[in-house]
């Protein structure tokens, strides 16, 4: 929503920079006075989550037991579609019995409804685990950013990346690698 705000913001000053001066008359940019402008910097959230250990760790971690899984439900998707395939040749062959092709018609089914019930389950544990992670990741970023404002006396950060309002910065006020480091030296510290 800052965002939102700020460019505007911008653009309202950097359109009224020559407003005051006569048609004609040359303007000469200059440098603002020291202690008189703000003090905007900017950070690069998806490089900063790329870049922070702890969550690209937790992240790969997600992703293993995401991959396996998939590979734990189409073990079992396999193994049912055996047991479906054996049964069909058996009831073809005349070899069961109408109840007892009732009943295992109903064990299949029950078997499909508790496969589809664990995958359900480990896709839910994997994304709580997935939120959980970026809410953390979110309250360290923002712990580190207010500390890096208070030292600094930011007067903004912003953020720069996919879904800003931040179209195009200035490398020279790109605080990212400091942020990062504080954040993968506090995890340095805990290990």
Known sequence: MCAVLVLPLFTFFGCDQG???PAGSETRASAPAPGSGLNIVFVKVDSLQAGYTQVADELGRLEENFMKAQENHQARVQSLEQ????LQNQMQQGLLAPN?????QQRIAR???EILQQREMALSSI???????QQQFSERVKAVLEELQAENNY???????QNSAVLITNDAYDITPMVLERLNAVQDSLQ
């Open 19 to 21: 407003a005051d001066t």
């Open 83 to 86: 047991e479906v395939s054996k």
């Open 100 to 104: 007892r092709v009732q009943a295992e």
């Open 111 to 113: 078997k499909e409804q």
């Open 127 to 133: 994304q709580e685990d997935q939120m959980r992670i």
């Open 155 to 161: 007067d903004y950060i912003l953020n720069q990346g």
